[in-house]
T-cell receptor, first 112, second 114 residues
Framework: DAKTTQPNSMESNEEEPVHLPCNHS???????IHWYRQLPSQGPEYVIH???SNVNNRMASLAIAEDRKSSTLILHRATLRDAAVYYC?????????????FGKGTLLTVNP | DAGVTQSPTHLIKTRGQHVTLRCSPI?????VSWYQQVLGQGPQFIFQ???????GRGNFPDRFSARQFPNYSSELNVNALLLGDSALYLC?????????????FGPGTRLTVT
């Protein structure tokens, strides 16, 4: 699996936007970029994923660089509930790409 | 809509015993994956089943086995439990397999081996 690099931790204030970066310089043309988060004492939660174009959903936005070697997860207005570990994961498009390979992720702290 | 459900929520077993964990996927999802999460680490992939066939297996010993039933629910079995098997066991479901599809996780089963 192609690897991703994320900062170990980030801090934000409540109701401010948060930009979580992810570098994936060895990404292949068929790799999807997935983001999951894990709140304390819970299972991981799907956030968003994309291939080439920027994506928006009710939880977040995903901005993908033109060369696809980096991406940014954007939380538009952080809340205390957004405090979690955020994982950026690459997955190939074929059916044999069955698993998620979790790294260490970014621990996001949200200050009230 | 109901999400992924897992049972039991918590379990305490003794070394050498056997355990069965159960997972019900989201309705319409045909793929189920199992992950193990040891305290302080990210989840590690154990198995994936799609359409009742094993599609992938992680680096786990043969003491770990799984199966998927015709209704797409799944069981994870672990034999001859070791202290190191203590972990949160997560089940995830997906409409199909492959990177285009997201996975939805259940709350997990917390297994403690004493």
């Amino acid at each position: 699996d192609a690897k991703t690099t994320q900062p170990n931790s980030m801090e934000s204030n409540e109701e401010e936007p948060v930009h979580l970066p992810c570098n994936h310089s060895t990404i292949s043309g068929t790799d999807y970029i997935h983001w999951y988060r894990q709140l304390p004492s819970q299972g991981p939660e799907y956030v968003i994923h994309g291939l080439t174009s920027n994506v928006n959903n009710r939880m977040a936005s995903l901005a993908i660089a033109e060369d696809r070697k980096s991406s940014t997860l954007i939380l538009h207005r952080a809340t205390l509930r957004d405090a979690a570990v955020y994982y950026c994961i690459l997955r190939g498009s074929g059916g044999s790409n069955y698993k998620l390979t979790f790294g260490k992720g970014t621990l996001l702290t949200v200050n009230p | 809509d109901a999400g992924v459900t897992q049972s039991p929520t918590h379990l305490i077993k003794t070394r050498g015993q056997h355990v069965t964990l159960r997972c019900s996927p989201i309705s319409g999802h045909k793929s189920v994956s199992w992950y193990q999460q040891v305290l302080g680490q990210g989840p590690q992939f154990i198995f994936q089943y799609y359409e009742k066939e094993e599609r992938g297996r992680g680096n786990f010993p043969d003491r770990f086995s799984a199966r998927q039933f015709p209704n797409y629910s799944s069981e994870l079995n672990v034999n001859a439990l070791l202290l190191g098997d203590s972990a949160l066991y997560l089940c995830a479901s997906s409409p199909r397999t492959g990177g285009a599809y997201e996975q939805y996780f259940g709350p997990g089963t917390r297994l403690t081996v004493t």
